[in-house]
């Protein structure tokens, strides 16, 4: 059997079917929370076409180390690195590290996660419609609060 990775989405990676759109496969699919960190939508896009103030999901820590974020995490085989790593543009756009995140039944796991070069962030950047509405239908894998906090996030169009 050839090796596994698990690899933590909170962007929009954590639609299923947008997963899937993009090549990828899983051989499990769980929620899971990392703690004392919080997404953010700051990461600069790469195209010049984009929308002005459009700002990329990204994570930060939270500036008192306190709360947590949530997403999915996928497990799958290790043959999607590269793919992922070029969804990312790892190493240019994002950096990649491995972190400890917590599953619902209060087991650490270890998962790949992706965050924006220090380069790549802006301020003031805000997400998209077509993003928040790919967030929208992942409801069943985030709590009421942190998915109505989500949906609060103003867009830029």
């Not at 103030?53 to 949530?70: D, F, R, S, V, Y």
């Not at 969804?87 to 039944?105: C, G, I, V």
């Not at 419609?129 to 409801?139: E, G």
Request: charged share 25%; net charge positive.
């Amino acid at each position: 059997m050839s090796d596994t990775i698990n690899f933590f989405a909170y962007n929009e990676l954590m639609n299923e079917a947008h997963f899937k759109k993009n090549g990828l496969e899983y051989i499990e699919r769980i929620t899971v929370t990392l703690s004392a960190w919080r997404i953010v939508f700051n990461k600069l896009p790469v195209g010049k076409d984009a929308p002005e103030g459009l700002g990329l999901p990204n994570i930060e820590p939270t500036p008192n180390n306190a709360g947590m974020m949530e997403g999915v995490l996928y497990k799958m085989d290790e043959s999607f690195l590269p793919k992922l790593d070029e969804l990312f543009d790892y190493p240019r756009e994002y950096t990649r590290k491995l972190m400890n995140l917590n599953r619902h039944d209060f087991t650490i796991v270890k998962g790949a996660v992706y965050f924006a070069q220090p380069g790549r962030i802006g301020k003031k950047l805000k997400p998209n419609k077509a993003m928040m509405k790919l967030y929208r239908s992942s409801k069943k894998d985030m709590s009421m609060l942190y998915f109505s906090r989500l949906m609060n996030t103003r867009t830029c169009d």
